[in-house]
């Protein structure tokens, strides 16, 4: 097997970036939308999109459109199993990023769901 030094080189560099490795640990652990991606970095929304757009066009991530949405989730297994090594298992979601995801007011439809999901178990109590 031959070895794409440049190649390889150019994806180190995407992940070598502070907000593309959060972005990636994030979507790591279940395919998430803009709106979530821009309020866990508390960047804006240009921004989130462009890094998007780079992990994308490395073939890191990949997107996935419902409707009007798009969700992106981690494409590349190897990766995968770098960020697992690097920053831990992504077995359930780091506390800190499930707290915060609970605050996010979004409209797309996964929120919508959950939030329902969750004013139904309040009411039911």
């Avoid at 560099?13 to 502070?18: M, T």
């Avoid at 309020?39 to 459109?65: F, N, T």
Wanted: proline residues 4%.
């Amino acid at each position: 097997m031959s070895i794409n030094y440049e190649e390889t080189a150019n994806k180190i560099k995407l992940l070598a970036h502070p907000e593309r490795l959060r972005i990636l640990d994030v979507v790591r652990r279940e395919p998430e939308c803009v709106c979530h991606l821009t309020s866990l970095l508390g960047k804006l929304q240009p921004y989130v999109s462009q890094q998007l757009s780079l992990l994308r066009k490395a073939g890191i991530i990949e997107d996935e459109k419902d409707g009007l949405n798009v969700y992106y989730r981690l494409a590349d297994e190897k990766i995968a199993v770098w960020l697992d090594d690097i920053l831990g298992e992504a077995i359930g979601e780091h506390s800190k990023i499930s707290q915060h995801k609970k605050l996010i007011a979004c409209p797309c439809p996964k929120c919508e769901t959950e939030t329902e999901m969750m004013t139904e178990s309040v009411f039911a109590r």
